[in-house]
């Protein structure tokens, strides 16, 4: 099969490997879609020994199985199902787990891809093969970021969102439709700020006079998380949604040092989250249809991803 191979120092090449095998509890599936994420950059320097790409729409490829010759999404986290979290319904945060498909084992950025049964999400007919990778990332983690939020901060109050990349984006409908209407944009990128501005989100003008009831920090970057510990009200949330594997070095200055207000992690989400998200999809379909602004095949993968890593798309897609 072809696959996008990430050399580092920049390069991808599109090369070709054996069909990977499906172990015991595993199916293959057969790639249809993969969304590109901010995630993966990284690897764009670094490099990769296995294959990413992590919010894949696929084909189960298993004569006899159940599931044969149907849409699903895959769910990152393999998760046991019997830990005390698993248990609970935070398959997310699985006591045993430690594969993330396309993160530390083979993912989506090729033409196939090994799949344990317990992440095989089944795709309804009425989801485009266009918009269903969004519900893993873009719907998923940023409606779970605003659902772990509601259960310290009311609905209703002041959001800011920080980035503008599709997990930003992601956040703008997400929050939306939450219960809270009232969302402004941090995003120093003009192409981008302006699609959150035609999704509805008001532009951050920093200052003193105004704060924030939840502020979410999609970016990663310490400059936007600094702001955001600045702008959330009293009593309000911080969510640290963006990826950084450096050290965050923060100022307790007199912006933060007499104010009360919690800060959240969130990471990825539960899969019982799964039915109210493909909810929220079919809710704002046109919004998130936006997002998506580029399908391409693997021979124009390599050249769309470092096109994407400059900030000059938002989501695109790999259609194999």
Same mark, same amino acid.
């Given at each position: 099969?072809?696959?996008?191979?990430?050399?580092?120092?920049?390069?991808?090449?599109?090369?070709?490997?054996?069909?990977?095998?499906?172990?015991?509890?595993?199916?293959?599936? @057969?790639?249809? @879609?993969?969304?590109?994420?901010?995630?993966?950059?990284?690897?764009?320097?670094? /490099?990769?020994?296995?294959?990413?790409?992590?919010?894949?729409?696929?084909?189960?490829?298993?004569?006899?199985?159940?599931?044969?010759?149907?849409?699903?999404?895959?769910?990152?986290?393999?998760?046991?199902?019997?830990?005390?979290?698993?248990?609970?319904?935070?398959?997310?945060?699985?006591?045993?787990?430690?594969?993330?498909?396309?993160? $530390?084992?083979?993912?989506?950025?090729? *033409?196939?891809?090994? &799949?344990?049964?317990?992440?095989?999400?089944?795709?309804?007919?009425?989801?485009?093969?266009?918009?269903?990778?969004?519900?893993?990332?873009?719907?998923?983690?940023?409606?779970?970021?605003?659902?772990?939020?509601?259960? &310290?901060?009311?609905?209703?109050?002041? &959001?800011?969102?920080?980035?503008?990349?599709?997990?930003?984006?992601?956040?703008?409908?997400?929050?939306?439709?939450?219960?809270?209407?009232?969302?402004?944009?941090?995003?120093?990128?003009?192409?981008?700020?302006?699609?959150?501005?035609?999704?509805?989100?008001?532009?951050?003008? %920093?200052? %003193?006079?105004?704060?924030?009831?939840?502020?979410?920090?999609?970016?990663?970057?310490?400059?936007?998380?600094?702001?955001?510990?600045?702008?959330?009200?009293?009593?309000?949330?911080? &969510?640290?949604?963006?990826? $950084?594997?450096?050290?965050?070095?923060?100022? *307790?200055?007199? *912006?933060?040092? @007499?104010?009360?207000?919690?800060?959240? @992690?969130?990471?990825?989400?539960?899969? /019982?989250?799964?039915?109210? $998200?493909?909810?929220?999809?079919?809710?704002?379909?046109?919004?998130?249809?936006?997002?998506?602004?580029?399908?391409?095949?693997?021979?124009?993968?390599?050249?769309?991803?470092?096109?994407?890593?400059?900030?000059?798309?938002?989501?695109?897609?790999?259609?194999?």
């Amino acid at each position: 099969m072809r696959v996008a191979e990430f050399r580092g120092d920049g390069l991808i090449e599109i090369g070709e490997r054996e069909l990977p095998p499906a172990g015991a509890g595993e199916v293959l599936v @057969r790639v249809l @879609r993969c969304a590109l994420c901010g995630s993966d950059l990284k690897l764009l320097q670094k /490099g990769a020994d296995w294959i990413p790409g992590h919010e894949i729409l696929g084909r189960v490829d298993r004569p006899g199985h159940p599931l044969h010759g149907t849409r699903v999404l895959v769910y990152i986290p393999v998760f046991c199902g019997t830990c005390a979290r698993c248990r609970a319904g935070d398959t997310h945060l699985c006591d045993n787990g430690t594969d993330l498909i396309g993160w $530390n084992r083979p993912g989506g950025y090729g *033409e196939a891809v090994a &799949v344990p049964e317990q992440c095989l999400l089944p795709v309804p007919d009425d989801i485009p093969d266009t918009l269903a990778p969004l519900l893993l990332d873009t719907i998923g983690t940023a409606a779970h970021a605003v659902r772990l939020a509601r259960r &310290v901060v009311a609905s209703g109050g002041r &959001v800011l969102i920080l980035g503008a990349g599709p997990i930003g984006m992601g956040a703008i409908l997400a929050a939306r439709a939450l219960g809270f209407p009232d969302i402004t944009i941090a995003e120093p990128r003009d192409g981008r700020r302006q699609a959150a501005i035609a999704l509805g989100a008001a532009t951050f003008v %920093p200052g %003193p006079s105004r704060r924030f009831d939840l502020v979410l920090e999609s970016s990663g970057h310490p400059t936007a998380r600094q702001t955001a510990i600045e702008q959330v009200q009293a009593h309000g949330a911080v &969510v640290l949604l963006g990826e $950084n594997d450096n050290p965050w070095p923060f100022t *307790e200055n007199k *912006e933060i040092r @007499r104010k009360d207000f919690w800060m959240l @992690r969130s990471f990825y989400f539960p899969i /019982g989250d799964y039915a109210a $998200n493909l909810e929220l999809l079919r809710a704002n379909q046109e919004g998130y249809r936006r997002l998506v602004d580029a399908e391409v095949g693997l021979d124009q993968f390599p050249e769309t991803f470092v096109t994407f890593s400059r900030g000059d798309l938002i989501k695109p897609m790999l259609a194999p």
